[in-house]
């Protein structure tokens, strides 16, 4: 490892991960947080805030599928979706590739990562130009306290519970995002990894669950996350998350039919804490 | 960081993990490999062979419910159960948990790790002194081609495929195992990561198919293994692993009824590769 540059992020005070920069490929510091990509040779460009790996070209689609399919699979007819966070572009991808979508808004809090996920990660910033698309950089708290409602689903693609996203796992936003969501609304969220954080998937399910009427939860895997086993939550009223309403798309890596119902049976330590 | 142990473990020739040392625990060189134990905050104790993280306390269960149990809940009538490798005695603990066994062997290469496991991991090697275990010290490859026949399952629990447990993925070792099982006798093998060794299961598929009439895949999730998605291959000539004939053991974490549908549903980068 001599002479070779190395990224470290720790997981955990005592686990992490290692990644070798093969080449830095763009360093900003925004008013929010440090911001860097670098080319490592697995995982191709990987995208880093504030010392966390968010996404890498390599592994992205476990979790960008993920976050998007389940709710736009059963919610009856997803035509207006909003997006908070998830400022590279790749949830906002998927959203769009239902042809029943017609118009995603996107709330981003950092123009910069917007812009250089434009310029460096074309392969999930594509979607930014399509004509449905909406991009509205600011605050996704502040957000949902003003924006028209009629949203059939909303998708939380927030970084850790820590600094400026942890009101995004709060009980007042959930509800404001509740007021959002028209009849058979959906909230899917990224909701942190089983093997390392089941105390904070508890209580985010306590918190929904005094909402919303259904929240259940499901897995997927992403190699370069804590624990790389990952969860994300479902909240609606009205739509049971294993009644498939469409199809998902053509070309997909992880997710289709089988997977979905897949990533809803919980391992039992999950189980047990969680449907008890 | 600074002021501080770390293990590090690349996974491929740019990425890794990082462990703290908080506590070295034991360290020899055997014939065959050097076998280190340490403890860390998070994990626990980890056994490490040749620089390979091998297994730790605390996800252990991940990978070792996951190598046994579907083999055991498909099996019609599992009495004899052989284990190759294995030597933390994790595997055996899962398989011993079935009062259908009446004998579990297992042959593992190094005396010093089933030794150290003894001395050091108890919550695995527990299964040592049952006594319907037995251990062999010596060469799997060399044990299938004297031992005698009648085995129900055969499981595979080996290092990665390269060094001494190369010969442990090569067809002849395969057909010998093959003429070991009796009748409805099924095989089930840890075989790398769907993430990272694509390639590598594919050559698996294709030298398993030409000995058994049915062979599938299965995935579980390993924190501190490559790639963390992890798969096996599980092969027979009569036996449907959907088809389960009994119910798993009680309190386990990982594994149950649901969970091992969910686990053979491989996500479509997988199918494409393996069942199209």
Redo the contacts between chains.
Sequence with gaps: ?AGRNWF?E?H?????????I?RPIAYRKSPYQEIWIFH????GKVLVLDGCVMTTEK?E?FYHEMLAHPALTTHPKPERVLIIGGGDGGTLREVLRYHEVKKATLVELDREVVDLAKQHLPSLSESFSDPRSEVVIGDGAKFVKTAENGYDVVLIDSTDPVGPAEILFSEGFYRDIKSLLGKDGVLALQCESP?LHMDFIKSQKKILSSIFGKVNFYNT???TYP???WSFAFASDTVDPLELKRKPPEG?????E??H???F?L???MRDELEG
């Design positions: 490892m470290n720790l955990t005070p005592s686990s992490g991960i290692l990644l070798e093969g490592n040779p697995l995982f592994d689609f093997f895997v992403v190699p624990g790389s086993l997909l890596r992880y997710y289709d089988r997977v119902r897949a990533a049976t391992p039992p330590f």
